[in-house]
């Protein structure tokens, strides 16, 4: 396999000159993350239709150029799995990847295991098997070996037929518009997610007081301010049970904060004092009603009915070749039930528009489509779940009960 690396920045430079010509990019990024803030970028795998190179970020001064190329709408950027790289590309300009086709994705909307590794997907569509020997390698140690080179270059040398088979079959199944519309939303919620404060996703945090959220708030900013200045993980500073704790507690004495479990190692003394000046701005600061998390309540409908949805849903996607996981997760199904038990589902639907950011996941967009309404039988009792072969790939199907 032939490939360039590239090290210098005026090597850098030229390579963008060629990528700027190219309406296709192939890319991936090797980093770690264990240990720091946000990942340590370590390398990227670029790929074109005529072209493989890796670019190693060390030792280069600014490599703003490669993420400006991505957001040219007119150039298709493929990746697999490509969280990190989207994120990657975000914090460097401001904005996301507008013409992105995910490998991963891609495959979930095809019938295809969802979410599959990169290796499964180049074994099951190209017949190729992935060398995966340096799969806990440490990216930011220099001289990189040529196992490792040729490890990170073969991540990205087949994106280029995987894209093109993976395109074929959405083409053919009528599916194009759904991996458009997917990958838009899974956009918004990543850069959601990496602006909004993320203290209320805390385990424990919707079971506190308004005051208690407040002085979580406070304990969460303060965490993370110190943990970007040190480059360390925020759970290294102090663990997240121990914010909700201190939350729930609402003291500012130092004396109790010290003597909670967990607070007593040598290295936590120095957080006590700051830690009780973020719980007294808590406790100044307004109260903050945090809205309940619909989705995860067990109380409306039986796990039992989830179960059986679950088995549903899972046989109607593989009549229509397409990943459950892709589909809906349980607490989907339970928050879809809860939806349609509470309310007439032909007025329901009549209101979609109206009422769409309160609508289940599985009565909007492609989902709404082709699953939404489908389960109602299985929720009513007018459809069952038989056994159709014991043998077969898809042993079970969905039928009315009433038929023979």
Same mark, same amino acid.
């Given at each position: 396999?032939?490939?360039?690396?590239?090290?210098?920045?005026?090597?850098?430079?030229?390579?963008?000159?060629?990528?700027?010509?190219?309406?296709?990019?192939?890319?991936?990024?090797?980093?770690?993350?264990?240990?720091?803030?946000?990942?340590?970028?370590?390398?990227?795998?670029v790929?074109?239709?005529?072209?493989?190179?890796?670019i190693?970020?060390?030792?280069?001064?600014?490599?703003?150029?490669f993420?400006?190329?991505?957001?040219?709408?007119?150039?298709?950027?493929?990746?697999?799995?490509?969280?990190?790289?989207?994120?990657?590309?975000?914090?460097?300009?401001?904005?996301?990847?507008?013409?992105?086709?995910?490998?991963?994705?891609?495959?979930?909307f095809?019938?295809?295991?969802?979410?599959?590794?990169?290796g499964?997907?180049l074994?099951?569509?190209?017949?190729?098997?992935?060398?995966?020997?340096?799969?806990?390698?440490?990216?930011?140690?220099?001289?990189?070996?040529?196992?490792q080179?040729?490890?990170?270059?073969?991540?990205?040398?087949?994106l280029?037929?995987?894209?093109?088979?993976l395109?074929?079959?959405?083409?053919?199944?009528?599916?194009?518009?759904?991996?458009?519309?997917?990958?838009?939303?899974?956009?918004?919620?990543?850069v959601?997610?990496?602006?909004?404060?993320?203290?209320?996703?805390?385990?424990?945090?919707?079971?506190?007081?308004?005051?208690?959220?407040?002085?979580?708030?406070?304990?969460?900013?303060?965490?993370?301010?110190?943990?970007a200045? @040190?480059?360390?993980?925020? $759970? &290294?500073?102090? +663990? =997240? /049970?121990?914010?909700?704790?201190?939350?729930?507690?609402? *003291?500012?004495?130092?004396?109790?904060?010290a003597?909670?479990?967990?607070?007593?190692?040598?290295?936590?003394?120095?957080?006590?004092?700051?830690?009780?000046?973020?719980?007294?701005?808590?406790?100044?600061?307004?109260?903050? @009603?945090?809205?309940?998390? $619909? &989705?995860?309540? +067990? =109380? /409306?409908?039986?796990?039992?009915?989830?179960?059986?949805? *679950?088995?549903?849903?899972?046989?109607?996607?593989?009549?229509?070749?397409?990943?459950?996981?892709?589909?809906?997760?349980?607490?989907?199904?339970?928050e879809?039930?809860?939806?349609?038990?509470?309310?007439?589902?032909?007025?329901?639907?009549?209101?979609?528009?109206?009422?769409?950011? =309160?609508?289940?996941?599985?009565?909007?967009?492609?989902?709404?489509?082709?699953?939404?309404n489908?389960?109602?039988?299985?929720?009513?009792?007018?459809v069952?779940?038989?056994?159709?072969?014991?043998?077969?790939?898809?042993?079970?199907?969905?039928?009315?009960?009433?038929?023979?």
């Open positions: 396999m032939n490939f360039q690396v590239i090290e210098q920045q005026n090597e850098f430079d030229a390579l963008c000159k060629r990528l700027a010509e190219s309406d296709w990019v192939g890319f991936d990024t090797e980093f770690v993350s264990e240990d720091c803030y946000r990942p340590d970028l370590c390398l990227i795998q790929a074109t239709r005529s072209e493989l190179a890796i190693d970020p060390i030792g280069l001064h600014d490599i703003t150029p993420w400006d190329l991505l957001l040219d709408p007119a150039r298709r950027v493929v990746v697999h799995a490509g969280r990190e790289e989207v994120l990657f590309c975000f914090r460097a300009t401001g904005q996301v990847i507008p013409n992105l086709f995910d490998i991963q994705l891609a495959a979930g095809v019938g295809m295991e969802y979410p599959a590794s990169y499964n997907l074994q099951k569509i190209l017949g190729h098997q992935l060398d995966k020997g340096e799969t806990r390698t440490d990216w930011r140690a220099r001289p990189l070996s040529a196992a080179l040729q490890y990170a270059a073969e991540d990205v040398a087949h280029d037929r995987l894209h093109k088979r395109e074929t079959q959405l083409d053919d199944s009528g599916r194009s518009e759904w991996l458009v519309t997917e990958t838009a939303e899974w956009l918004q919620r990543l959601h997610q990496e602006k909004q404060e993320q203290w209320h996703r805390l385990s424990g945090a919707q079971s506190l007081t308004p005051r208690g959220n407040a002085i979580l708030r406070e304990l969460w900013l303060w965490r993370h301010k110190l943990a200045q @040190r480059n360390i993980p925020p $759970r &290294r500073l102090v +663990r =997240d /049970d121990l914010l909700v704790e201190m939350a729930r507690r609402a *003291s500012p004495d130092p004396k109790r904060i003597n909670l479990r967990g607070m007593h190692h040598s290295g936590m003394k120095q957080y006590v004092d700051p830690i009780a000046k973020c719980i007294e701005r808590g406790l100044a600061a307004p109260e903050i @009603r945090v809205p309940k998390n $619909r &989705r995860g309540r +067990r =109380d /409306d409908v039986s796990g039992m009915v989830t179960q059986l949805l *679950s088995v549903a849903l899972a046989t109607l996607c593989r009549s229509r070749k397409i990943a459950s996981q892709l589909v809906a997760t349980s607490d989907d199904l339970r879809w039930a809860e939806f349609r038990l509470a309310q007439n589902p032909k007025a329901a639907k009549s209101r979609q528009d109206e009422i769409y950011e =309160d609508m289940p996941r599985l009565l909007s967009g492609w989902r709404g489509e082709i699953f939404g489908e389960l109602d039988g299985i929720l009513h009792g007018d069952g779940v038989f056994v159709r072969n014991l043998h077969a790939e898809n042993p079970l199907e969905l039928r009315h009960v009433n038929d023979k």
